[in-house]
């Protein structure tokens, strides 16, 4: 029979005199604190787990080869990264306006047309066509797109680079980019994952931002078909390898400081990327050397920067691009075709004048053959216009991630099939989950004292994975339960002391992402990259708290169903459930504190990626809600404590 819990303080001081006042409470206070598995071995274990499922690039012989290659890999990412669901290819097939606006005269041999257009169904994107005010025939056209830069398609060195491509004949397209410029402050790229949760393609709208940008650009009449050419700085530069590599439309490619393979990123942590750089599942169907290679039956210049104090400096980042991209522009006869440019002056993360002069030649060779034009930049500094005087009229109901998620997640989740074994395996297969987790326990330490024994264990998961814990127990103890804190275990004493006061075995841990196991710097990036490589951060973490309750009862001989699963805080309650629905026979009940209490709250509430990542798991809410899950792990109790 449990004491009322007024008498629980003079019992606790009684049997464990230790913890009895602030300063005797210090040795559980130490014991969850200490150091188990260091403050290194999370970083090399999640590293190591994300090199070994890049996609490797092809053993191929001929260009033939590498052709079928090619076009397998572009249809495999659009297949099953960008439109890998049903409303992400309806958005892909709908029928989008273009609407024009304003055009500013008076400049000297050009004109901006100021335009908008629908990328998708109620969602404009904002853009600025520079077209020369004499045109015959056929010319080149360019998309020029921006990275995260805040003034957006109005920032000086890209206005440049338009307004001198414009002045060398070409038809120039500068589109807003989604989160920047006229965007800014009204949605950030960390949304995007909002429709991964729901079962759509978080990265379908930035495709489609390009795509449809090249579909103005070549409706122009006097637009060719033939010269069509992509640039941008950092995550324009991203955006200039995506679409380039997977629309063959485009001709040249000129990415700037934009990205790297993944391989490369695992161990250069500016490089990791964000949301949009690194999609579910892309790492299992193209690396960015890849996208690279994609290229070699057309042109690409790579520009890299010697002291980039962004990302994607050219030391580490260039050569395995060149290394992958080489080979394949020689198969097909077209390797003075692949051309690469480090900008030492300034060096730091830049599309400045000597990088734009690089692209103006590279154009100049690619698309006036026979013709000697002068890279050198034409001076345009008065004509830069203001940010004001470039924005264009957006509607005031312009769609946005979290109005689509939020429209989205009204009619989620979908009806499960029936029977427990299917939806398990349903539930199972959206955490990427194909079997349990093995577990070698090794034990580091301990002590007895004052009635209590600790111990120390690293818990080796799949020879992958270190998982610390700590279990401390009374002599007799009066059940056994495991401990999970959103804010790691080493500050779960109030809570692991109050089990103690109950007589219980605790069982207190840190699954991957959290307490000792959390990667210390550009962690959440490092969780989009388990993501993008294939695998999902809250089925790894389940299947570790899941795989150390098999561990729990084994070695402590507990009856089936005799241990408790005791959350505290909301993401942990997540992960508590999914691993109560993996683990029926040893985990018996489970008690969520301050839990979630569905994952529409995400949606409701506009989190972003960056500050919850596993709760992002693609596609869990399109079919589980937590009333669902919780239906998983039934007729087992399912305690929510507020």
Known sequence: MNPHPSFAPILLAIAFPLLADTKSADPLTNWLAKSIIGPDLALAEVQAYTETRVLKMPAVKTADEWRRSADSIRKSVLDNVVFRDETSRRWSTAKCKVEWLETIEGLPSYRIKKLRFEMMPGWWIPALLYEPLHITGKVPVHLAVNGHDGKGKAAEYKQTRCINLAKRGMIVLNVEWIGMGQFAGKMS???????????????????????????????????????????GLSGGGWQTIFISSLDTRVKLANPVAGYSSFLTRARHFSDLGDSEQTPNDLAMHADYAHLTAMLADRAALLTFNAKDNCCFASGHALQPLIDAAGPMFELTGRREHLRWHVNQVPGDHNYGQENREQFYKMVSDEFFTGKTADPKEIPSANEIKTFN???????????????????????????????????????????????????????????????????????????????????????KPKGTVMVLSDSGRAMSA????????????????????????KIKSHSFLFALLVASVGERPLGIQAAQVAATARWAAAEFKLDSHALTLESHGPRMSVIAACAAALEPKSIGSLQLHKP???????????????????????????????????????????????
């Open 189 to 231: 790229h960390y949304q995007m994952n909002q429709l991964d949760l729901c079962g759509a393609s978080g990265i379908a709208p930035f495709y489609l931002n390009m795509s449809r940008a090249l579909d103005v650009l070549l409706a122009q009449p006097n637009a060719d078909p033939d010269r069509v050419a992509v640039s």
């Open 389 to 475: 005087e470039l924005v264009v009229p957006l509607p005031t109901n312009n769609l946005a991630f979290n109005p689509i998620a939020l429209s989205l997640a009204k009619s989620l989740p979908k009806p499960l099939p029936k029977g427990r074994a299917a939806q398990l395996e349903l539930f199972r297969s959206i955490l990427r989950l194909e079997k349990d987790i093995t577990t070698t326990a090794t034990k580091v330490g301990g002590e007895s004292t004052n009635g209590l024994t600790v111990t120390f264990w690293k818990l080796a998961m799949d020879k992958e994975w270190t998982v610390p814990c700590v279990v401390i127990a009374p002599e």
């Open 494 to 517: 109030p809570q692991v002391q109050a089990l103690l006061t109950e007589g219980k075995r605790v069982v207190a841990l840190d699954p991957f992402y959290f307490g000792e196991s």
């Open 596 to 642: 979630l209490k569905s994952l529409k709250q995400v949606v409701e509430s506009n989190w972003g990626v960056d500050k919850y990542p596993e709760l992002f798991c693609f596609g869990l809410l399109e079919r589980f809600d937590l009333p669902q899950i919780h239906g998983l792990i039934v007729p087992r109790q399912v305690k929510l404590i507020d």
